[in-house]
């Protein structure tokens, strides 16, 4: 196993260029399933959970070939099933679900369970597929998903749910009739799929607002398609940069996906400036306290909670960050804690008290965002920080190690 060793106290300069968007990567793997021929996705970032989605996809039969551009043949299909052992490393691997009942009547899905963020179920999606006709069991810890064909059909959501929007969004392009999903997900990487699935001749308006139509169409070709830029490996490397007092340009980002985390750290007193050629995010300045609540897009991104829990440890004062996405996404504070950090949760609440000194030690990784956090703390800590299991990393931060060392920091992989 790999682990990150790094020697704390440079500030970042200079550029960094930022990949594809894990999160519209994924499902615009499992897109490929509704359509027949090669489609062809482009800007695709080098991450593990890519890699597993490729892998669920070769699992149903289809042939995934290439890296950073990526080749499905998807006619190919003989199989309806994502196995456990796929499923349990990503979650994510649910989407295939609704492409797999629209266009071959049936699907055997592993239930994903709970994950070290939260219990994370997936009934929005059982729940709209219903409505669409389909005939849903679980049995033995799966899935099993049928029907001739599903119909359009009108699903409110309780809950705003990415990924359960792109699944309905995706069974429903090949629904009979119309489709409404209300309290749709406004993600970015919910409107670029729409965008995919448009361009393989679906009809869905209002993608990136809360309510989405779709008039079902009898077939959908394939594509190619670039993806856009992850905005949450950009808010990172913009945090990276506010947390060590450094000067970073930010390219190949979409300023438009990031304004209220801008804002955040613009309250915080860091430098963002912002033009064609990217996002200048220049730190140095007293930091001020946060007060930040997640929020679905486009509210505060849960997935840069932890990136911002350490620029409130640094920063001189009490912030208040509040998470309502997920039950369980504090691990990083018992971590942050051993490098100093002093932090108060009290149920999805964290109060955290600066400013923090923060001192190399070794750390334990829990899940993607958290390792981010520890990385952070490491970038500004005084002495080493060893950060253990970086396969979560790995998941979601194309080449973090060699992106940030180009930025100056004293980083370093090593194996275990
Ligand atoms: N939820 C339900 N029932 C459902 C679906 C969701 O109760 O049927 C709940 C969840 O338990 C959670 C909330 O609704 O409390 C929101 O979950 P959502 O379904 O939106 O999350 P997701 O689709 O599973 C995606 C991202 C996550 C990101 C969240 C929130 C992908 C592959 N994953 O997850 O990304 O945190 O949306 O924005 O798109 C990450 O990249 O580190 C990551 C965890």
Known sequence: MDAIVIKGGKKLRGEVSISGAKNAALPLIASAILTG????????PDLHDVGTMARVLEQLGAEVSGRRTLQIASSSINKFEAPYDLVRTMRASVLVLGPLVARYGRARVSLPGGCAIGARPIDQHLKGLEAMGAKIELNHGYVEASCKRLRGATVVCDISTVTGTMNLMMAASLAKGRSTIENAAREPEVEELARVLNKMGARIYGAGTAVIDIEGVDDLHPVEHAIIPDR????????????????????????EHLEVVIAKMQGAGVEVS?????????????????????????????????QFMVLAALANGQSVLTETIFENRFMHVPELTRMGADVNVQGRVAIVRGPTR???????????????????????????????????????????????????????????
Do not use: W
């Not at 021929?37 to 695709?44: A, D, F, S, Y």
């Not at 912002?274 to 140095?284: F, L």
């Open 274 to 306: 912002a033009d064609a050629g990217g996002i200048g995010v220049r730190g140095g300045g007293e930091l001020r306290p946060l007060d930040l609540t997640t929020q679905p897009y486009p509210g505060f991104p849960t997935d840069m909670q932890a």
């Open 37 to 44: 021929g090669r489609n062809t996705i482009k800007n695709v």
């Open 358 to 416: 923060f001192m190399g030690a070794t750390v334990m990784a829990s899940d993607l965002r958290a390792s981010a956090a520890l990385v952070l703390a490491a970038l500004v800590a005084r002495g080493t920080t060893r950060v253990r299991r970086v396969y979560h990393l790995d998941r979601g931060y194309e080449r973090i190690e060699l992106k940030l060392r180009k930025l100056g920091a004293n980083i370093r992989r090593v194996k275990e």
């Open 232 to 255: 949450i490996e950009a808010g990172t490397f913009m945090a990276a940069a506010a947390v060590t007092g450094g000067n970073v340009l930010i390219k190949n980002c979409l300023l």
